[in-house]
């Protein structure tokens, strides 16, 4: 039979990816999506990957009754992973509130009902911004938390502290945070990828819009970092890569194989890029140029971060595969032969 996983975000950009690696790896996915920043279009995007198409519920998760109902539809659901938040690092900057009323009580509810509905495992979609501008590079999971950069950063911190308190006083919960650098790049179907809606907040869609002559020009946010090239420098990991990790957390979870109740890991490539590094790959990789321009720094933005993997690679054998230039080529298929038809 089956195992039915429910992914919280799941018709966004990581979750969908993710939920096409469940399938193909034989599991019943249970997606639940408030579509505010997805598309439900993604629902038949996968099928057409997979030959299935996930159970939806669409609601926000912060409606506490409403996740008590679909719990109780679900036949014994063995996991959550949990995407679904506001993750814009400028928008938390001018909308906190937002951001630590959306991320913080959905993920609350989560952890109020599982009980009920005996819910054991639950990875976490963290991120890199824990880590704050951290004092020294890479960074691995014992580099100390520095004070968040934004809002967003912070909710990330938070959530991490209410798992690892909730996993020490519930016996029975095991959880796995996730820390992702960037992810970037889209499925090489070009039937799933990164849909922004509106104005992106992110490198790489603002890059392949650009190209597309959908927006004007990239603006490169300060070019007076210390950095080589005077540019912020990033971990930037192919979204297939990322996906594939989840896979493994789970089945980590899923055969009792974790040492403690509370476990965490890096996702990066291990290799830090700066903003003009991944412009060149762009324009090496598509042969399309690209109009950009240097202007001041953005609020909230860190100088530099990248990971190390070590952790990941030897605890949970998953390591990244695929090269920057991978990550613009599928970006780019993505942006001219898949994103046009979905919006």
């Known amino acids: ?38 598309n439900l279009k993604m629902l038949g995007q996968i099928e057409k990957i997979t030959g299935k198409r996930p159970v939806f519920f669409e609601f926000d998760l912060c409606d506490f009754q409403r996740l008590d ?22 928008e938390s900057v001018e909308k906190p509130l937002l951001y630590y009323r959306t991320n913080i009580q959905s993920l609350l509810n989560l952890l109020e009902l599982m009980p009920k509905y005996g819910i054991p495992n639950f990875v976490f979609s963290s991120s890199c911004t824990v880590y704050g501008q951290p004092e020294q590079l890479p960074v691995n999971e014992q580099t100390p938390f520095q004070p968040a950069a934004s809002p967003y950063g912070n909710t990330k911190q938070v959530c991490e502290e209410i798992l690892l308190d909730t996993a020490r006083a519930q016996a029975d919960l095991q959880v796995i945070s996730l820390r992702y650098f960037n992810p970037v790049g889209a499925h090489d ?8 809606t509106g104005v992106p907040n992110n490198l790489v869609p603002f890059i392949t819009q650009t190209a597309a002559g959908i927006r004007k020009e990239l603006k490169v946010f300060g070019s007076d970092y ?7 420098i990033r971990d930037y990991i192919h979204i297939v890569d990322l996906a594939q990790a989840h896979v493994v957390a789970l089945e980590r979870l899923l055969a009792n194989a974790n040492e403690k109740s509370y ?23 598509t042969r399309v140029p690209l109009n950009y ?16 993997t070590t952790l990941a690679n030897q605890v949970l ?3 990244a595969q695929r090269g920057l230039e991978d990550m613009m080529r599928t970006a780019w298929k993505w942006q001219t032969e898949g994103a046009g038809k979905l919006l």
């Open 1 to 38: 039979m089956e195992q039915t996983i429910i992914v919280t975000g799941g018709a966004g950009y990581i979750g969908s990816h993710t939920v096409v690696e469940l399938q193909n790896s034989g599991y019943q996915v249970a997606i639940i999506d408030d579509l505010s920043n997805s």
């Open 317 to 319: 054998g998953w390591k």
């Open 293 to 308: 321009r240097i202007v001041e720094r953005r609020p909230g933005d860190v100088e530099q971060i990248y990971a190390d």
């Open 226 to 232: 210390n950095t080589p090239d005077g540019t912020a």
């Open 189 to 196: 179907t070009a039937l799933i990828g990164e849909l922004p």
């Open 263 to 285: 476990e965490f890991f890096n996702l990066g490539t291990g290799k830090g890029s700066s903003v003009l590094e991944v412009v060149n790959a762009f324009e090496s990789a």
């Open 69 to 90: 109902q679909c719990l109780a539809e679900l036949k014994n659901p063995v996991a959550i992973i949990h995407f679904a938040a506001k993750k814009a690092v400028g």
